[in-house]
């Protein structure tokens, strides 16, 4: 008679853990789907630029503290190096490139070149991700609810001001 396995045997239901081996997952990325094999360990950051070449997310600080790494997972923001990409499977994620469905700039994107809303860049991908969350959500009615729901993104070069402008800018235009 077979072993119920380490989870079953300690009379819990949950599944038995997968790995360390490295095992296949499927990710919906920008509405395209990719499979690829990984650890199970893998943060989904480095499964989007070391596995799918889709560099616009960016690692910061790899500890979840400076929002580089900003993605949509099912429309709400995470934070990529925090989120393992095995959890990710069955969910549809969404970067910084897929953020315009055709080849114009998303009008955040826009608005920071036209703001002036970045210096390095660096942070730019995830601001402007976690802006048109904090658009789509209704947390932008004026500057202290923009700093407050943009507080997870820093930008070392302090270009808050022009950031919040530009995400002024997209609200009024609605």
């Known amino acids: 008679m ?28 920008n509405g395209t789907e990719h499979e690829i094999h990984i650890e199970p360990r ?5 499964a989007l630029r ?4 889709l560099t616009g997310a ?16 099912d429309g709400r923001r995470a934070l990529a190096c925090l989120t393992l990409a095995v959890t990710c ?21 826009r608005a920071f070149m036209e703001q002036d809303a970045f210096q ?13 969350a904090l658009l789509d959500e209704g947390h932008a009615r004026d500057d202290a609810e923009i700093k407050e729901w943009m507080s997870g993104n820093i930008c ?11 995400i002024r800018a997209v609200r009024d235009q609605t």
Do not use: F
């Open 2 to 29: 077979s072993s119920p396995g380490p989870a079953l045997a300690r009379g819990d239901t949950t599944p038995a853990e997968r790995g360390p081996e490295a095992v296949r997952v499927t990710l919906s990325v």
């Open 156 to 166: 070392r070069c302090a270009a808050y001001p022009n950031i919040r402008a530009a």
């Open 89 to 109: 499977e069955g969910h549809e994620i969404t970067t910084v490139e897929g953020l315009s469905a055709d080849a114009e700039p998303h009008p955040l994107q």
């Open 50 to 53: 070391e596995r799918l070449d």
């Open 58 to 73: 960016k690692k910061g600080c790899d500890q979840g503290t400076c929002g580089a790494c900003t993605v949509w997972v």
């Open 42 to 46: 893998v943060s989904l950051l480095d």
């Open 120 to 132: 390095c860049g660096y942070c730019t991908p995830g601001q402007i991700m976690s802006a048109a």
